[in-house]
C-alpha cells in the first residue's frame, strides 16, 4: 500500500506537522507529498512549473486540501481537478478549519469527495485522520485507470 501517496495542501507549517504527526501516530506509512499554495499543487497535478516533466500516471490516492491558501484558493484548485479530464475522479478531501456554510456547499457543489474540519484537540483529528486514512488508502476502490 506504500505505493499509495497522500498528497497535502496545506500553506501553515503548524498544520503541516500536526497532519504528518498524526498520520505517522495512525501508523500511516503512505508517502506524503505536501505543497504550500494552490499554484504548486496545480503544478503537481498537472506536471507544470516547477514539475515539469513529472509522470502525471501516477497521482495522489487521495487530495487533502485546505480552502485559504495563497496564490490559488482550494475551491479554484479544485475546480480545475475537476474540470480536466485526467483528474476529475481523484479524491479530494477538504481539510479545513473554515466554519463558513459557502465554503461547505460550494466544496461539495465542485466534486469535493468529502469535507472535514479540522479539530482544535489533537487526539481527535488523530483519531479523524486515522479513519481518513483507512478509508481512502485502504477500503476505498477507486477506478480502474484509464476510465475517466
Known amino acids: 500500500m506504500s505505493a499509495r501517496t497522500i498528497m497535502l495542501v ?16 495512525a501508523k500511516i506509512a503512505n508517502s506524503v507529498t ?6 504548486q499543487a ?3 497535478l498537472f506536471a507544470a512549473g516547477s514539475y ?5 500516471s501516477r497521482q495522489p490516492a487521495v487530495i487533502l486540501l485546505d480552502l485559504k491558501l495563497p496564490k490559488v484558493d482550494g475551491l479554484e484548485v479544485l475546480r480545475q481537478l475537476r474540470e480536466n479530464k485526467k483528474t476529475r475522479l481523484l479524491p ?18 465542485l466534486g ?7 479539530p482544535v484537540d489533537f487526539l481527535q483529528f488523530s483519531e ?21
Do not use: C
Open 10 to 25: 496545506e500553506d501553515n507549517a503548524d498544520d503541516v506537522d500536526l497532519t504528518l504527526r498524526a498520520l505517522k501516530k
Open 34 to 39: 505536501v505543497v504550500g499554495d494552490g499554484q
Open 112 to 118: 469535493a469527495n468529502a469535507y472535514m474540519r479540522k
Open 52 to 56: 515539469a516533466g513529472r509522470d502525471t
Open 92 to 109: 479530494v478531501v477538504i481539510l479545513t478549519s473554515s466554519k463558513e456554510e459557502h465554503d461547505l456547499i460550494e466544496g461539495y457543489s
Open 42 to 44: 496545480l503544478d503537481y
Open 128 to 148: 479523524a485522520i486515522q479513519q481518513l486514512g483507512l478509508f481512502w488508502l485502504v477500503l476505498n476502490e477507486p477506478p480502474p485507470p484509464g476510465r475517466k
